[in-house]
C-alpha cells in the first residue's frame, strides 16, 4: 500500500492536528517545508520568519521523536522548489504518494492552492478551534447581524468555563466596563518571557538574516518560545505575574512599557505552540484559587474563546473575497511612515518603532492608533491588511484580516463591527502617554498645531455622513457636529484637506 503524505504548515506545529490524527504512523510520511512562497507572499517581519522556520524544525525532530516519518526541506535546500504545492509533488513522486492529508489551512490562497492540486488532497477541519467552520456558519444563518458578543456566550457554554450551575460566575458575561482604565503612572511587572537562542534558533536567526536582512524589522534581539514547554512557561509567567492586573490595563498604552500587563502569547496560540483551552483553563484556575479578580479572568478568557473564534468564523464564512473589501471606497496609499519614515504624530511613530524592534502591538495601538489613523484617512484597506499581515508575528490572515478588513477599517460594511472605531485624539490622550511628547498639541481643535487625529476625524464623519448619520451608536457624533457654526466646520475641512494633501505629497507630517 503506498504512503500518504501528510501536510504539517508551519500555523500547525500541534502534535494532535487533525491531519496527523487520521494518519498511519507506520505508512504515511509527515511533510514540512521552509518555502520562499510563504515567506515572501508579504514582506514579513523578520522577527515572524524565525519564528515560524524555528518552532518548524523543532515540531519536525519531535515528529520524528515520536516515530514519524517526515520529509522536510530547509529553505536553502537546493532542491526546495519554493512553494507548498511544488514540494508536495516533489514528494509524491519521491514516495510514490497519490494522496494527501491535510488540515484545512487558515488562509485562503492555501486552501485553493491544495484544491488545485494534481493530487487527491483530503482537507480535514482544524479542531484546534472551539467552534468548528460548520458550527459557526450554523449560527450565524439567519441572523441579520453578527455580534461576537452573543457568540461568545455560546461558547462559555458549550466550554462551562466562568459558568456556575448554568450561569455566568460573577452574574455576568462581560466584565468590560471594569477593564478601560487609562495608563497607570507606573507598571509592576517586567514584561513576558524572554528566552535565550539555542543552536537551532541561532541557524534560524542567521538565516532569516541572509535571506531577509532587507526587510522591515529588528531581527535580533529574538527572544520568542520556539517549543511548546517554553510557551507553557511564558503563560505560566504571564497568569502569575500580570494577569491579576490585566483586565484593568489592557486598554492602556505607556512609551516605557511597551506590554504593559499583556500575555504576548498570541504567537504561541496562532502557531500551535499552546492550545487555547489549556491557555484558558490555566487562567480560570488562578480565578477560581483566588489570584485573579474576574474582570481579569473574564476579559482574558473573552478575547480567546470569544473574539479569537468569531473573528475565525468570520474569515471561513465570508470567503476568499472578503480581503478584497472596500466599502468606503477608501484609495490612499499607505504612508512611508508605516514602514518607518518620520512622522511627527508621537503615537504613530511610538507604535512603528515598537512594531519594527518587536513585532509586536498591543490591540489598542493596532486598533486606535495606526488603525485609527488608516480609517481616519481613507487609506486602502487592502494596504493596510497588508501591512498588519507583515509586520506582526501573530498575524495570520484567518485571524488578521477579520481585525483589520472588518473591525479597523471597517472595509466590510458592518459585518463584524456595528460602527467604525474612530476617534478624536482624546482618546489616545487619555488612554496613553504618548501626546506629552507630541509636536501636535491634542488639546488644539484647528490651527497649525493641532492634532491631526482631531482634524481627520470630523473630516471622516462628514465625507461618510450619507452612510453613517442613522447609526444610533453614531448619533450623537453627528449632532455634536452640526451644533459647531459653519465657519468652524468650514475651517476644520479646509485644514484636514490641506494636511492630507501634505501627506499625499509626501511631506513629513
Not at 19 to 45: C, F, N
Not at 47 to 54: E, H, S, T
Not at 335 to 359: K, L, S, Y
Not at 387 to 414: H, K, R
Request: charge should be negative.
Amino acid at each position: 500500500m503506498n504512503p500518504r503524505l501528510v501536510l504539517v504548515l508551519g500555523d500547525q506545529l500541534s502534535p494532535g492536528v487533525a491531519a496527523l490524527k487520521a494518519a498511519d504512523k507506520d505508512r504515511d510520511v509527515v511533510v514540512m517545508a521552509e518555502v520562499a512562497d510563504e515567506a515572501g507572499y508579504v514582506p514579513h517581519h523578520p522577527k515572524k520568519i524565525a519564528l515560524v522556520l524555528a518552532a518548524m524544525r523543532k515540531h519536525a525532530e519531535r515528529l520524528r521523536h515520536d516515530g514519524w516519518h517526515v520529509a522536510y526541506t530547509r529553505l536553502d535546500d537546493p532542491e526546495n522548489t519554493g512553494s507548498i504545492a511544488g514540494e508536495l509533488l516533489r514528494r509524491a513522486e519521491e514516495h510514490r504518494a497519490g494522496e494527501v492529508l491535510a488540515t484545512e489551512p487558515g488562509e485562503w490562497r492555501l486552501i485553493q492552492l491544495l484544491d488545485a492540486l494534481p493530487l487527491t488532497v483530503r482537507q480535514l477541519p482544524d479542531d484546534r478551534f472551539v467552534c468548528s467552520s460548520a458550527e459557526f456558519a450554523r449560527w450565524a444563518e439567519g441572523r441579520k447581524s453578527l455580534r461576537m458578543e452573543f457568540f461568545y456566550r455560546e461558547m462559555r457554554r458549550k466550554t462551562g468555563l466562568l459558568m456556575e450551575d448554568g450561569q455566568p460566575a460573577g452574574g455576568q458575561w462581560n466584565f468590560d466596563h471594569e477593564n478601560r482604565k487609562p495608563a497607570p503612572g507606573e507598571v509592576a511587572y517586567g514584561g513576558p518571557m524572554q528566552f535565550t537562542p539555542d543552536a537551532v534558533v541561532e541557524e534560524v536567526l542567521d538565516l532569516v538574516e541572509a535571506r531577509f536582512g532587507g526587510n522591515f524589522g529588528d531581527l535580533r534581539p529574538f527572544a520568542f518560545a520556539t517549543e511548546p514547554g517554553q510557551a507553557r512557561r511564558a503563560l505560566a509567567h504571564f497568569v502569575s505575574g500580570a494577569l491579576p492586573r490585566f483586565g484593568d490595563y489592557q486598554d492602556a498604552m505607556l512609551e516605557s512599557s511597551r506590554t504593559l500587563y499583556h500575555a504576548v502569547i498570541s504567537p504561541y496560540l496562532n502557531i500551535g505552540l499552546l492550545d487555547p483551552l489549556e491557555v484558558c483553563r490555566a487562567v480560570e484556575e488562578a480565578w477560581q484559587a483566588g489570584d485573579v479578580p474576574i474582570n481579569a479572568a473574564e476579559g482574558f478568557i473573552r478575547q480567546i474563546i470569544g473574539w479569537r473564534e468569531f473573528v475565525r468564523g468570520i474569515y471561513m464564512l465570508q470567503g476568499a473575497d472578503y480581503t478584497a473589501s472596500n466599502m468606503l471606497g477608501h484609495d490612499r496609499d499607505l504612508p512611508a511612515f508605516f514602514w518607518g519614515a518620520e512622522t511627527r504624530m508621537n503615537c504613530i511613530a511610538h507604535t512603528v518603532a515598537q512594531t519594527r524592534e518587536d513585532a509586536y502591538a498591543h490591540h489598542i495601538q493596532r486598533l486606535m492608533v495606526t488603525g485609527n489613523f488608516a480609517l481616519l484617512a481613507g487609506i486602502d484597506p487592502a494596504r493596510v491588511h497588508e501591512w498588519y499581515l507583515a509586520v506582526y508575528t501573530d498575524a495570520f490572515e484567518w485571524v488578521e484580516a477579520p481585525n483589520t478588513i472588518g473591525m479597523s477599517q471597517f472595509a466590510d460594511g458592518g459585518v463584524v463591527g456595528s460602527k467604525p472605531y474612530v476617534s478624536s485624539g482624546n482618546y489616545i490622550s487619555k488612554m496613553s502617554d504618548y501626546c506629552r511628547g507630541c509636536a501636535y498639541k491634542v488639546k488644539d481643535k484647528t490651527g497649525p498645531g493641532a492634532c491631526p487625529f482631531n482634524l481627520l476625524y470630523w473630516h471622516f464623519l462628514d465625507r461618510h455622513r450619507a452612510r453613517f448619520a442613522r447609526n444610533p451608536r453614531m448619533a450623537q457624533m453627528y449632532r455634536t457636529w452640526d451644533r459647531m457654526d459653519d465657519a468652524r466646520r468650514r475651517t476644520i475641512l479646509s485644514e484636514a484637506g490641506d494636511w492630507l494633501a501634505r501627506l499625499d505629497a509626501g511631506e513629513t507630517v
